[in-house]
């Protein structure tokens, strides 16, 4: 009986090694910053703190932006759109975190918080993973969050009894992330929530770092539903 115990615990171990290694492999796979984004960004340029990517406002607002990328995808791959907000007063954080995973570190918003108190108000979201970390975040710690939004997303938990603020941006040819699916978790939502449909978005142009594997074709340019994201972002934040 010994035996088999030993033997079925050292299969186990087995098999958690070969799962553990498994997603290293498949993590190293990342989405890197595209052609399109340099055209328009000098990363070279893009300041780097403890709490991650930075992006400073000329004319500071007292409002902060904290962004978790979606899975596999290079926090660079947003500074486009990061670059959008800060122009507008936002003080903007994309956190470096660990494989590019924002579920791996749900609570790393906080190293941006502590660090900037000149900040009055935070928003915090991502895109499509992010966005779910993200609300993980929001879920503990709604305190300390002024509004909590998705791009390409949607909670895990269920805010439906809360009165934070919310937004959905979400696109018309996804697909990873189907309007439908949008639809059918909108009861995860605060009543305070707004959604806003990108025609002619994909999945991958929330960010600009190329085609993802599984998504449709968009039938608009990158920088026209990044511009859009950042309209919606902008009038969402300044309302709330």
Not at 69 to 95: H, T
Not at 99 to 125: Q, R, T
Not at 136 to 146: F, H, I, P
Not at 184 to 189: A, D, E, P, T, V
């Amino acid at each position: 009986m010994k035996k088999w115990s030993i033997r079925i615990f050292l299969v186990l171990a087995g098999m958690l090694v070969l799962g553990a290694a498994a997603f290293l492999i498949y993590a190293q796979f990342q989405y890197s910053p595209s052609s399109v984004l340099k055209e328009q960004v000098d990363l070279a340029s893009i300041e780097t703190k403890e709490e991650g990517l930075l992006f400073q406002p000329d004319e500071p607002n007292g409002k902060g932006v904290i962004f978790y990328q979606g899975a596999k995808v290079q926090e660079e791959a947003y500074a486009y759109l990061a670059e959008k907000l800060s122009a507008e007063g936002f003080l903007v954080v994309i956190p470096q975190l660990p494989l590019n995973f924002g579920i791996l570190d749900v609570n790393k918003a906080d190293a941006a918080i502590d660090s900037h108190p000149e900040i009055e108000e935070w928003f915090i979201g991502g895109h499509s993973l992010g966005g779910v970390a993200a609300a993980m975040y929001a879920e503990n710690k709604e305190d300390k969050v002024a509004g909590l939004y998705f791009l390409a997303s949607y909670p895990a938990g269920d805010f439906s009894s809360t009165e934070l603020p919310m937004l959905s941006i979400y696109a018309e040819k996804d697909g990873l992330l189907t309007t439908a699916d949008i639809e059918k978790n909108r009861k995860g939502f605060s009543p305070d929530s707004r959604f806003v449909e990108i025609a002619g978005g994909n999945h991958a142009q929330f960010g600009l770092y190329g085609k993802q594997k599984g998504d449709n074709e968009a039938t608009i340019a990158p920088l026209d539903q990044q511009n859009q994201v950042a309209e919606a972002l902008l009038a969402w934040m300044n309302e709330n």
